[in-house]
């Protein structure tokens, strides 16, 4: 009885399970030439590449005001140009998904946003100036 409501809807009714049709149900087994997860050069991209990203955001959420107040930006500026910083990458957020479900390789999205990512962390690291540290996270 309890798997029959797992689900609940936007009014806060439960949902049902429906079974549907049991033929549905049963598990296809793949030849035995198919490779595992483990041995995929893609999958281990993707994986190295998405963790790369949640690296990279955690290190800006919690090192980049201290970074900015390093080189002498007051603490409320740092922070307020962590929000700027968050605030610009938004839209990209929207539309870097769009762009790629419509390519038809990923691989120079990929690129071009890892490349951005080490010219922007560069600058934090490599900058002395004041503009050099707005422009480039």
Do not use: K, N
Request: charged share 5%; glycine share 10%; with cysteine.
């Amino acid at each position: 009885m309890p798997c029959y409501f797992w689900g609940c809807h936007g009014d806060g009714s439960p949902g049902t399970f429906e079974p549907g049709e049991p033929s549905l149900w049963l598990v296809q087994r793949g030849s035995s030439t198919t490779t595992t997860i483990w041995r995929s050069p893609l999958a281990w991209q993707i994986a190295i590449f998405l963790g790369f990203q949640s690296f990279l955001y955690y290190v800006t959420i919690s090192w980049l005001p201290e970074i900015l107040h390093s080189h002498g930006i007051s603490m409320e500026t740092a922070g307020w140009l962590l929000s700027f910083t968050q605030l610009v990458g938004l839209p990209a957020s929207f539309f870097i998904p769009v762009l790629a479900g419509r390519a038809q390789s990923q691989i120079w999205i990929a690129f071009m946003l890892g490349m951005c990512s080490i010219v922007g962390y560069s600058g934090l690291l490599l900058g002395s100036s004041y503009p050099i540290l707005i422009v480039l996270p």
